[in-house]
């Protein structure tokens, strides 16, 4: 639901740093799997309890996520480019929650697990709605340019940032935060299977 306003925000940064980083020679790739790498690394610290450097490995994390697109609009884009972006994007939103449960598994563990399975029937619904529009040759730039359709929702990565952003300033929070999301992301999942039957029905 954010990631447009997001985009307007943030994008004419992501652009200048995309330039400095395609001066230097280093490829899309690489961004995308640095960015993965730290994105693993805050899971372990969410796991070990070092919320606030959690919460700083996600952020540089997410950065990255932005920047190997913009840095592929400048040396080139690839289809292998914008798989590993969507594979290693739902590795990371797994691994947030996952660190919150080996955090603290008696009072988290449960709430992750909806969130995750939440995650993961929101991710259905989206990548199989982006088959479909592929086979049946539609096209969107309602989130800019992107290697697989996206329909838009009430769940974006704007959203789920920000719900990670709060539970690591507020770790005692986290099975609150982690149930409404994943109502909000069920409630996404379901919006997308009511509009691909009125779009491929």
């Not at 952020?59 to 292998?80: H, N, Q």
């Not at 690591?168 to 691909?196: D, E, K, Q």
């Amino acid at each position: 639901m954010l990631d447009g306003w997001a985009r307007r925000v943030i994008d004419p940064v992501i652009e200048r740093l995309a330039r400095m980083v395609a001066r230097t020679g280093v490829s899309a790739n690489k961004v995308t799997l640095a960015a993965f790498g730290i994105g693993v690394l805050a899971g372990i610290a969410i796991a070990l309890q070092y919320f606030l450097a959690g919460l700083a490995l996600v952020v540089v994390s997410r950065i990255g996520d932005g920047l190997d697109g913009a840095v592929a609009r400048i040396r080139g884009k690839t289809d292998y480019g914008g798989y590993l972006d969507i594979v290693l994007d739902f590795f990371f939103y797994g691994a947030i929650p996952v660190g919150f449960a080996l955090a603290d598994p008696a009072a988290n563990a449960v709430a992750a697990a909806v969130l995750v399975f939440s995650f993961y029937v929101n991710g259905a619904s989206f990548l199989a709605f982006a088959i479909l529009a592929e086979r049946r040759r539609l096209a969107t730039v309602a989130r800019g340019e992107k290697s697989i359709f996206f329909t838009t929702g009430l769940a974006e990565a704007t959203e789920t940032i920000a719900v990670f952003v709060l539970a690591c300033l507020f770790p005692g929070w986290f099975p609150v935060l982690a149930y409404v999301f994943a109502a909000v992301c069920f409630y996404t999942a379901l919006s997308r299977i009511v509009l691909a039957g009125r779009q491929f029905g």
